[in-house]
């Protein structure tokens, strides 16, 4: 379907209801793509690896696709020009991957409402700078949360809520001046 787009830069198909079925595996071919939106529809399976391999991928968003699930792909460390990554609503599995450290360009983060995503939280983000909107919510992460925001300068949202963390909560949040909402 899109193999012959190599040059399509933005690309949304949204608010579709109807629209089942995998992810397209022929976006990979879009290696110039920025913004990809594919949300509110009922894509199915996993998402594929193929996001990855798109260094000019700056704005992913594919949320509130309740048939989709699987782990994130730890392929998303190669798409370094990222910024704004969303992943909420669907009924992704697992880890949440140790990848983030990578993407320095990220600063929107939103993996909420995924059910299904449990363990441990990355601590891989302590190095993602340039952070302004962390969304952990309604998940089953565990264990307690690491002291690691320190050099989250930015951080001005911070939703960890409905999940199964423990312990204390991090001396660092109070080096978030910028947080208005946690």
């Given at each position: 379907?899109?193999?012959?787009?190599?040059?399509?830069?933005?690309?949304?198909?949204?608010?579709?209801?109807?629209?089942?079925?995998?992810?397209?595996?022929?976006?990979?071919?879009?290696?110039?793509?920025?913004?990809?939106?594919?949300?509110?529809?009922?894509?199915?399976?996993?998402?594929?690896?193929?996001?990855?391999?798109?260094?000019?991928?700056?704005?992913?968003?594919?949320y509130?696709?309740?048939?989709?699930?699987g782990?994130?792909?730890?392929?998303?460390?190669?798409?370094?020009?990222?910024?704004?990554?969303?992943?909420?609503?669907?009924?992704?599995?697992?880890?949440?991957?140790?990848?983030f450290?990578?993407?320095?360009?990220?600063?929107?983060?939103?993996?909420?409402?995924?059910?299904?995503?449990?363990?441990?939280?990355?601590?891989?983000?302590?190095?993602?700078?340039?952070?302004t909107?962390?969304?952990?919510?309604?998940?089953?992460?565990n264990?307690?949360?690491?002291?690691?925001?320190?050099?989250?300068?930015?951080?001005?949202?911070?939703?960890?809520?409905?999940?199964?963390?423990?312990?204390?909560?991090?001396?660092?949040?109070?080096?978030?001046?910028l947080?208005?909402?946690?």
């Amino acid at each position: 379907m899109f193999e012959h787009l190599t040059y399509l830069t933005y690309l949304g198909i949204v608010s579709n209801p109807l629209l089942t079925g995998p992810t397209p595996q022929s976006l990979i071919n879009a290696t110039a793509m920025v913004s990809l939106y594919l949300y509110g529809n009922n894509h199915t399976g996993l998402i594929p690896e193929i996001f990855g391999g798109m260094q000019s991928l700056s704005d992913l968003e594919i949320y509130s696709n309740p048939l989709l699930t699987g782990p994130i792909p730890k392929s998303l460390i190669n798409a370094t020009a990222m910024r704004y990554l969303f992943l909420y609503g669907n009924n992704h599995t697992g880890l949440i991957p140790e990848i983030f450290g990578g993407m320095q360009s990220l600063s929107t983060l939103n993996v909420s409402s995924n059910p299904l995503l449990s363990g441990p939280f990355p601590t891989s983000l302590k190095t993602t700078i340039a952070l302004t909107t962390l969304d952990f919510s309604n998940a089953a992460m565990n264990g307690s949360i690491p002291d690691i925001f320190g050099n989250m300068s930015n951080l001005a949202t911070l939703s960890l809520s409905n999940n199964l963390f423990s312990g204390s909560l991090p001396a660092s949040w109070t080096q978030l001046t910028l947080l208005r909402s946690l």
